[in-house]
């Protein structure tokens, strides 16, 4: 790895077992810089939070993860494998280097115990020679960092309203002074105001502190908005990679342009919103060729034979961007009248 990739996924492959195995993740690859959001967006099912979880090793049956690594590396250079970690060792890593926001905040956090408590615990069993009073003081400084009055160190999470316990769970998930936060639809179920707030701390914080991000989400146009590098999945797997301006400007992958037609520009010219037809593919069946091909309006024949791989985009198209789509190998064919 490059002395700026702080995690570097490789050929990930997650399954849940079943009757009918669900390969929710297949063959998934990507870098994560310090300092950087990577956003990664895609449909309900597409395997976002099944990655997240893979990547941070909080996979629960009926899930297995059957193939990959997962590299980290820290400001010495120094290379550990996730995947090879247990007990202790994969313990002390957790929310020590690597920590996670969960999905819904109405739910992460315990109803019949304070706030302060909760930050306690993580301190009881992460630092546990801290001092009992150097620990409320940490709980009531965390508090203070992500805009909550320290005072609320002693409320229940009813007391609190939905933003401010998402900025209890974002303030736990940094405890530690993680060098990389995963966050898994942090804005799911608040107000569109509340979610601006909630990202402009995100980006302040990252901006304050120096750690990397790992936003996922389906809404695309927030992703784009606020990533530095956007991967967008489909069907289990990355179907376009780049940095996130320039895939807002130019997505290569027929699968990204019909997100991106799915939601109006509030700042642009006023346009007829097109949404993608028929429905994602069922990932307990195997998928010969391109997943997205009985959706898309430029498949050709390789298409449903051949599974398409993520490659960088010809020179002149879109330079640090790779897309996995058969359309790009073809001179002269590529999505929406596009030529190199």
Sequence with gaps: MTDDVVLRAEHISVTYEGERPTHAVRDVGFELRRGELLGIAGESGCGKSTLAYAVARMLGPPARLIGGRVLYRDRTGAETDLLALEGDALRAFRWSRLSVVFQSAMNALNPVTTVGRQFDDIFRAHRPRMRRPERYERARALLDMVGIDPARVRAYPHELSGGMRQR?????????????????????????????????????????????????????????????????????????????????????????????????????????????????????????????????????????????????????LAPGTSAACHLHAVAGLLPEGRQP
């Design 168 to 316: 209890v769970v974002i303030a736990m998930a940094l405890a530690l002074e993680p060098e990389i936060v995963i966050m898994d639809e942090p804005t799911t179920a608040l107000d569109v105001v509340v979610q601006r707030e909630i990202l402009d701390e995100v980006q302040r914080l990252r901006d304050d502190l120096g750690f990397s991000v790992v936003f996922i989400t389906h809404d695309l146009s927030l992703l784009l908005e606020i990533s530095d590098r956007l991967a967008v999945m489909y069907a289990g797997s990355i179907v376009e990679y780049g940095p996130a301006e320039r895939i807002a400007a130019d997505p290569a992958h027929p699968y990204t342009q019909g997100l991106l037609r799915s939601f109006p520009d509030l700042a642009g010219e006023r346009r007829a919103l097109r949404g993608i037809p028929g429905s994602p593919p069922d990932l307990r069946d195997a998928l010969p060729g391109c997943p997205f091909a009985a959706r898309c309006d430029h498949a050709f024949e390789p298409c449903g034979t051949e599974t398409p791989t993520l490659v960088p985009l010809a020179p002149g």
